[in-house]
């Protein structure tokens, strides 16, 4: 027997979740029934190390509205995220944690919001003391660098915990990147939003995959995701330190013809040549980044490739980017237009 079509799907990417998807479980399907509304639970395995495939089998044999997907590997929660978003069947979407730091209680403020008229609910987080002081410091400085020199803002504080309805969605899946960053991806798009405040709790169990190292490089993804910035400010830095050059140049030869030259030194010529080598191996590697990404796209490997989907009428495990032809491309911008 089908289950019947849901109107709300939640996205859960997981890795190394097993300490928590039982009590992740146990909190939001109450909130889930208490809506009244079909719905079904993605429970994404990203490549986890642990046991938590097997308790997401345990889960979905259990629940019939849970879904467990497995991708072949790990691809990264970007890429899960992706997957959730492509393979979810319901009328409005709802990525979330399994962590419980983003309560499920604030789904039924997320349907009102919508039941308003609204195709985007972001969740804001108003108190972040839970974070350590370090991570709640670089957070801040991220957004503000981000929104300074992108061309679409990034909400501060926003995550990926948010309500998005399916015309949300279809223009999403018209965005062909392969490297994603999906804060960006979800204010590219922009439609009509609405926030909901709130605070955040501290993990419940286990522990997050995010260092401090792998936090940095997805700031980096960011920043170059949105942004051609940073390519733009090493040209001005470039411009000024010539300006530099030449009048520091005039003043020697002023100096010269009118009192004689001095004593050569060799310490000024070694600063001088290693900060200009700093200089160009710097803009080197910030050209290095966009060049890196260019690359990756040309590739046009897939997003994710899915190993299972408990859902028969999931649709082809591959999720393909091939390049498109302009008759396609144009049917997908008339499409686009059509959700506006």
Same mark, same amino acid.
């Given at each position: 027997?089908?289950?019947? *079509?849901? $109107?709300?799907?939640?996205?859960?990417?997981?890795?190394?979740?097993?300490?928590?998807?039982?009590?992740?479980?146990?909190?939001?399907?109450?909130?889930?029934?208490? /809506?009244? @509304? !079909?719905?079904?639970?993605?429970?994404?395995?990203?490549?986890?190390?642990?046991? /938590?495939?097997?308790?997401?089998?345990?889960?979905?044999?259990?629940? $019939?509205?849970?879904?467990?997907?497995?991708?072949?590997?790990?691809?990264?929660?970007?890429?899960?995220? /992706?997957?959730?978003?492509?393979? =979810?069947?319901?009328?409005? @979407?709802?990525?979330?944690?399994?962590?419980?730091?983003?309560?499920?209680?604030?789904?039924?403020?997320?349907?009102?919001?919508?039941?308003?008229?609204?195709?985007?609910?972001?969740?804001?987080?108003?108190?972040?003391?839970?974070?350590? #002081? =370090? %991570?709640?410091?670089?957070?801040?400085?991220?957004?503000?660098?981000?929104?300074?020199?992108?061309?679409?803002?990034?909400? !501060?504080?926003?995550?990926?915990?948010?309500?998005?309805?399916?015309?949300?969605?279809? =223009?999403?899946?018209?965005?062909?990147?392969?490297?994603?960053?999906?804060?960006?991806?979800?204010?590219?798009?922009?439609?009509?939003?609405?926030?909901?405040?709130?605070?955040?709790?501290?993990?419940?169990?286990? !522990?997050?995959?995010?260092?401090? #190292? %792998? @936090? #940095?490089?997805?700031? @980096?993804?960011?920043?170059?995701?949105?942004?051609?910035?940073?390519?733009?400010? #090493?040209?001005?830095?470039?411009?000024?330190?010539? =300006? &530099?050059?030449? &009048?520091?140049?005039?003043? *020697?030869?002023?100096? /010269?013809?009118?009192?004689?030259?001095?004593?050569?030194?060799?310490?000024?010529?070694?600063?001088?040549?290693?900060?200009?080598?700093?200089?160009?191996?710097?803009?080197?590697?910030?050209?290095?980044?966009?060049?890196g990404r260019l690359y990756m796209e040309s590739k046009r490997r897939p997003i994710y490739i899915v190993e299972h989907d408990d859902a028969e009428s999931a649709s082809d495990p591959f999720h393909h980017n091939p390049v498109e032809s302009p008759s396609l491309t144009q049917e997908k911008s008339e499409h686009f237009d059509k959700l506006a």
């Amino acid at each position: 027997m089908s289950m019947p *079509t849901p $109107t709300i799907s939640v996205i859960c990417p997981c890795y190394n979740e097993q300490e928590g998807l039982n009590s992740f479980m146990q909190r939001i399907t109450p909130v889930l029934e208490q /809506t009244n @509304l !079909e719905y079904e639970i993605l429970l994404i395995n990203d490549g986890s190390k642990d046991n /938590t495939l097997d308790v997401i089998y345990q889960l979905s044999e259990q629940n $019939t509205r849970v879904r467990a997907i497995n991708l072949s590997r790990n691809f990264g929660k970007e890429a899960a995220l /992706t997957a959730g978003i492509d393979r =979810a069947k319901g009328e409005v @979407l709802i990525p979330i944690d399994a962590d419980l730091q983003d309560p499920p209680e604030l789904i039924h403020d997320f349907i009102r919001e919508w039941q308003k008229g609204y195709d985007v609910v972001v969740a804001k987080r108003v108190d972040r003391s839970s974070d350590t #002081w =370090a %991570k709640k410091f670089s957070a801040e400085m991220f957004y503000k660098f981000h929104n300074m020199v992108a061309q679409v803002e990034i909400p !501060e504080n926003v995550g990926d915990f948010r309500l998005i309805n399916r015309r949300v969605v279809q =223009a999403i899946q018209l965005l062909p990147e392969n490297q994603r960053f999906m804060k960006g991806v979800f204010s590219w798009v922009g439609f009509k939003t609405s926030v909901v405040e709130y605070k955040r709790d501290a993990r419940e169990a286990g !522990e997050s995959s995010f260092n401090g #190292w %792998k @936090l #940095w490089n997805f700031a @980096l993804d960011g920043i170059t995701s949105f942004s051609t910035a940073p390519l733009r400010i #090493w040209l001005y830095i470039g411009c000024v330190i010539s =300006a &530099l050059s030449f &009048l520091f140049g005039s003043f *020697t030869i002023l100096k /010269t013809l009118m009192f004689g030259i001095d004593a050569p030194g060799y310490a000024s010529m070694l600063t001088v040549i290693l900060f200009l080598g700093g200089v160009q191996l710097i803009g080197i590697g910030v050209l290095g980044e966009y060049v890196g990404r260019l690359y990756m796209e040309s590739k046009r490997r897939p997003i994710y490739i899915v190993e299972h989907d408990d859902a028969e009428s999931a649709s082809d495990p591959f999720h393909h980017n091939p390049v498109e032809s302009p008759s396609l491309t144009q049917e997908k911008s008339e499409h686009f237009d059509k959700l506006a």
